[in-house]
């Protein structure tokens, strides 16, 4: 049974990872800005008001959390804000930026002391930050974000790797959720598959940038 606390877990993936992994026995901690009664519900240790963009937030996550040993941290909150070209608001890029990018780094580099050799981090990346994968353009902020927060990760890979902690930068697929407007697959479906990658990562393959379903995704 591990220890697992997931940012952003009030709906959507986040939510459903809580669920699954809470069902299978896993100790979970969410933490969100405000929770959902759907994750109320699950009977978890919740710590609220937490925005990753925030370093007093952040710095208030660790003062709650305390000593607890951390077996995983899934950093998955983010956000996605449509934009085109011709017409980009450049303060909407900078709050992906800060969420998407900063808030994994700041909520890892917060919580560094709660890991040791063994213990693993999660980002929620996406595949529409690789650049060679790009083959559509558009989302000029949430792409930037993503390819960012990429770098974000194998530089924590290289940072943690001597201490024995393994990080992964994860896609989880097209998902049904508010932040795609309902298009792609289920919640729970691609919760499953990112559960997978995290039981298989390891210092071996740290460093990975992987799809939900198992194959890695170009840079």
């Known amino acids: 049974m591990a220890t697992i606390l997931i940012t952003g877990c009030n709906r959507g993936i986040g939510l459903q990872l809580a669920v699954q992994l809470s069902a299978r026995g896993d100790t979970v ?9 759907a994750l109320s519900a699950l009977g978890i240790r919740i710590i609220t008001g937490i925005d990753v963009t925030d370093g007093d937030s952040v710095s208030g996550l660790k003062s709650e959390l305390g000593d607890v040993h951390l077996d995983v941290l899934i950093n998955n909150a983010g956000i996605l804000i449509n934009d085109k070209f011709g017409s980009i608001d450049y303060d909407d890029m900078v709050k992906q930026y800060k969420v998407n990018t900063l808030g994994p780094l700041r909520v890892t580099e917060a919580l560094r002391d709660n890991f040791s050799a063994g213990s693993k981090i ?94 890695e995704l170009p840079w």
């Open 29 to 37: 901690i969410g933490v969100c800005r405000n929770p959902s009664e």
């Open 122 to 215: 999660a980002i929620v990346s996406s595949r529409v930050g690789s650049i060679d994968d790009n083959g559509s353009g558009g989302h000029y902020g949430y792409r930037a974000s993503k390819t960012a927060v990429n770098q974000v990760g194998m530089n924590l890979m290289h940072e943690l790797k001597p201490s024995g902690v393994a990080v992964a930068l994860l896609h989880p697929g097209l998902v049904a959720t508010d932040m795609t407007g309902g298009h792609g697959i289920s919640p729970e479906d691609s919760a499953a598959g990112l559960i997978q990658r995290i039981d298989e990562l390891g210092l071996e393959n740290s460093g990975g940038f992987w799809h939900a379903e198992g194959y």
